[in-house]
């Protein structure tokens, strides 16, 4: 029995917001919802690669061609790529993957100094993780200036093991390229799943998709975003929002979005003054950010719910009827 089979109780994703769906490992295999909702980009978050791998390789005849598919992945601690199936999950998806990234400086007519796509040396998979590196002497574009890490960091795998805030800003800068991506390609029914081993059971991935609600609207407070997030899925009692709330980092990656999203991210609002968490920045820096913003699918928010997110008072939870 292969693994896809295995999962065959599968649930329907849920719907973020108009380019983004979520649910649990078992989404994989609704392959008539993947190819029918336009899924070309697939974050899987928490899932060991090794068996992301086995899932990909069984799924890949059923996907769009170039499916890009990236994994944050906090299980092994030392991913093997001498096994045929990672090796080849990992060159396949990091090269769609850092295509992608130089076809969007080329719309922007910026010289990319990207390296051509030939298989790396094998030092490079024994260690095929990103390492941050701020230090990057790659040249500034205008999707650089949408992204909390350097786009030269994404062009070199899709496996990202990272953790606490720095996982929040990995999350955050896949969905913004991938959105780039869509808006830049002009094909709007194209659509971004985001899969985790139990989906709406996961505190850790309701933080990640809380998160992702923040960046795009500011000025929304936790718990606004926590009821908005519960307002698209049915998430169990056995769910603490204590465990959601207090994630490792993402205390820390709200108060980096106040300081860099309020102003000129996102979810800019004009006309706000900046609070003790704004660095201080040039109207043409200002200005800068709010062109490189243009080229991004904000997520639209269902007007009926908007209604639920005045008061700043902690909402009661939604009922799930």
Request: aromatic share 12%; proline share 2%; charged share 20%.
């Given at each position: 029995m292969?693994?896809?089979?295995?999962?065959?109780?599968?649930?329907i994703p849920q719907r973020l917001d108009n380019h983004i769906f979520f649910g649990s490992i078992h989404s994989l295999t609704r392959t008539n919802f993947l190819l029918e909702n336009g899924i070309r980009y697939i974050i899987n978050v928490d899932i060991p690669t090794e068996t992301l791998s086995h899932i990909y390789h069984e799924l890949r005849p059923s996907l769009f061609d170039e499916t890009?598919?990236?994994?944050i992945d906090n299980f092994d601690s030392q991913i093997s790529m001498e096994n045929?199936?990672?090796?080849?999950?990992?060159?396949?998806?990091?090269?769609?993957?850092?295509?992608l990234i130089h076809y969007l400086d080329f719309l922007d007519d910026i010289n990319n100094n990207g390296e051509p796509l030939t298989p790396p040396p094998e030092s490079h998979y024994r260690n095929a993780y990103v390492q941050?590196?701020?230090?990057?002497n790659d040249s500034v574009s205008a999707l650089d200036n949408l992204l909390y890490g350097n786009k030269s960091e994404y062009s070199?795998?899709?496996?990202?093991?990272?953790?606490?805030?720095?996982?929040?800003q990995v999350f955050n800068d896949l969905i913004t390229i991938f959105k780039c991506s869509i808006a830049q390609n002009g094909n709007m029914n194209s659509n971004i799943l985001i899969v985790s081993g139990?989906?709406?059971n996961d505190e850790n991935l309701i933080s990640l998709l809380m998160s992702t609600v923040l960046k795009a609207n500011p000025t929304f407070n936790v718990y606004q975003a926590l009821q908005?997030?519960?307002?698209?899925?049915?998430?169990?009692?056995?769910?603490r929002d204590e465990k959601i709330l207090w994630a490792p980092g993402f205390i820390n990656y709200q108060e980096l979005i106040k300081k860099n999203e309020m102003y000129w991210g996102l979810g800019s609002q004009k006309g706000l003054k900046p609070t003790s968490f704004a660095s201080p920045i040039s109207n043409m820096e200002r200005k800068q950010r709010r062109r490189d913003d243009s080229s991004i699918v904000r997520p639209k928010l269902p007007q009926q719910q908007q209604s639920s997110f005045c008061s700043i008072e902690r909402p009661k939870r939604a009922r799930c009827d």
């Open positions: 292969t693994i896809l089979e295995q999962l065959n109780d599968a649930d890009v598919i990236v994994n045929d199936l990672v090796r080849s999950y990992h060159w396949y998806n990091s090269s769609l993957l850092q295509q941050f590196d701020h230090g990057s070199r795998t899709n496996i990202f093991r990272v953790a606490n805030e720095a996982k929040f139990n989906g709406n908005f997030v519960k307002s698209t899925t049915v998430i169990p009692d056995t769910v």
